[in-house]
């Protein structure tokens, strides 16, 4: 086989599918594949977002920095991100079933392990590897939809799917909370122990394997090197920016390897006999538009929830399942809005839908950055509820554009582009606006301290007091007599505000753009591929 010949292939239309075969006994059968699927994919969407209320907690336990805390999240996302492409191919390559129970039973035991480090070094290590088995499963579970489900009931599959993942992202703060609170901030990992055997259970009863047959034979390992540097490189450079600095030669070193990289990755692709990525898959706009769509969604999303819990939780003083709660309009409309989306978009096409959706998010995000200390719960539920509006067209009608625009053989590494765009989103999210954050609060907390008339700090304290602020917290010494606590209080709960203001009007930039590429997109033009795989 050429790349020539693979390329095409990924243009191709595909043949006419054979007739529904008829469903014999419960393995293999589409809704209960979605549903044993969607028990592990609610697993791993659910830890995206549940460690964001166990971080203060995780901070305060274990002594970790700023940058511990973001590398808790972007371990896990960056982990996610370099192997999704990688793990769908595996999927497509040896079958979407046995990759999914791998990673199950990977993911719930890396959770555990979690659960029983002291120390934040092992915690971001195993987090790391808790992203790698997640990234198995993923693409795996599109994969297994695509070949369970007819072509006219793929869209409500992905709806669904696409709704499990949304309210488990948005649910992970209220879970969170309550566990944090009420057991420990270990239990947010242990919970992922009985919900693996669960979906393991399930998956061995259920599911049943599916391959193309023109399915890859081989790796392309020159290109998972490549795909896998050029991500490293890129969020490490975002990450480590605030330290060292965007003008310093590091950043810079970095940001070029990875740009190097994705050149040389994009090359050799072209050379290969079969790519991790066959590029001819990007002539669809649709599915190009679709996969940028993913990542501004994820930027905006995930960027600007990390810094919403220490909002809720150190300035304004709530408990973890009080912040959780605040949150429960958001979660209430991806679940409610998601389904109701899956049916506009079978209707109607995703394009209209997917703008709207990402307008929405962009008035809401416009309308986070004017959140004040002293905000009230009323105000705050009205921009989270409209938050949630707006994506939940975006998680279904984006996933549908990737993975219905590509050949049913590639349908593992479609269902890693999509994972993978949303996971480098939620990991440049977190690394840009926690970049925004650091930025403003170095900038206006030398100012703001001085013109409070507090006691001067040394270079030193003032990196300390900067980094505090950061997360919310104000750097009251012990001893402070209380008017000048209060003062401290004030200065850096405003100073925090300012940056997260800054960070949420960069979030509403990012939506807008999202609008447009939104226009892109349109219905999957390769969804009968699958479509008689399955029973009905």
Same mark, same amino acid.
């Given at each position: ?198 979906? !393991? ?126 949150? !429960? ?208």
């Amino acid at each position: 086989m050429t790349s020539q010949t693979t390329v095409d292939k990924a243009d191709r239309a595909p043949e006419p599918p054979p007739a529904p075969a008829a469903a014999k006994g419960l393995r293999g059968h589409p809704w209960l594949t979605l549903f044993s699927v969607a028990i592990g994919v609610m697993m791993v969407a659910l830890d995206g977002t549940i460690v964001a209320i166990a971080n203060p907690a995780i901070q305060k336990d274990l002594g970790a920095t700023f940058s511990d805390v973001q590398w808790i999240t972007n371990g896990y996302f960056l982990a996610l991100a370099v192997s999704l492409i990688t793990a769908g191919k595996l999927g497509d390559r040896f079958g979407h079933r046995q990759t999914y129970l791998i990673g199950v039973v990977g993911f719930a035991a890396a959770s555990g392990a979690i659960g029983l480090s002291d120390t934040i070094g092992l915690v971001v290590a195993f987090r790391v590897l808790q992203g790698l088995f997640g990234a198995l499963l993923m693409p795996a579970a599109l994969g297994l939809l695509r070949a369970s489900f007819p072509a006219e009931k793929l869209n409500m599959a992905i709806g669904i799917w696409g709704m499990v993942i949304g309210a488990s992202t948005a649910g992970g703060p209220i879970l969170g909370g309550l566990l944090v609170e009420h057991v420990s901030w270990q239990s947010v990992f242990f919970i992922n122990v009985p919900v693996g055997a669960l979906a !393991l259970g399930l998956g061995l009863f259920i599911l049943k394997d599916h391959r193309a047959e023109n399915a890859p034979r081989s790796f392309d390992i020159p290109g998972i090197a490549l795909l896998s540097a050029a991500m490293f490189c890129l969020v490490w450079a975002l990450i480590k920016a605030p330290k060292w600095g965007w003008g310093d030669g590091m950043t810079w070193t970095f940001i070029a390897a990875s740009v190097l990289s994705f050149v040389l990755f994009a090359v050799w692709e072209t050379k290969v006999e079969e790519p991790l990525i066959p590029l001819g898959l990007f002539r669809s706009v649709a599915l190009s538009a679709g996969v940028v769509l993913m990542v501004l969604m994820a930027i905006a999303f995930m960027g600007g929830l990390f810094f919403v819990t220490f909002y809720l939780q150190n300035v304004h003083g709530m408990s973890p399942v009080e912040s959780g709660l605040h949150l !429960l309009p958001l979660t209430g409309m991806m679940i409610v809005g998601s389904p109701l989306a899956a049916a506009m978009i079978t209707k109607a096409g995703p394009r209209i839908p997917l703008a709207v959706g990402m307008a929405i998010t962009a008035i809401a995000m416009y309308g986070m950055s004017t959140l004040e200390a002293g905000t009230s719960s009323g105000l705050m539920a009205v921009w989270f509820a409209l938050l949630g509006l707006g994506l939940a067209p975006v998680m279904v009608g984006a996933t549908e554009v990737i993975v219905g625009n590509a050949p049913m053989e590639l349908s593992g590494v479609a269902g890693g582009l999509q994972q993978a765009a949303m996971q480098v989103g939620g990991s440049l999210g977190t690394a840009v606006l926690g970049a925004v954050m650091a930025s403003k609060v170095d900038s206006d907390l030398p100012g703001n301290w001085a013109d409070a008339k507090l006691p001067p700090l040394s270079s030193a304290d003032l990196d300390k007091a900067a980094e505090a602020v950061q997360v919310g917290v104000a750097p009251v010494p012990p001893k402070a007599p209380p008017s000048v606590a209060e003062q401290i209080t004030s200065v850096a709960h405003d100073t925090f505000m300012s940056g997260m203001g800054m960070a949420c009007l960069v979030a509403t930039g990012v939506a807008v753009v999202a609008v447009f590429i939104a226009f892109l997109t349109k219905r999957g033009e390769n969804a009968e591929a699958g479509a008689g795989m399955g029973h009905i």
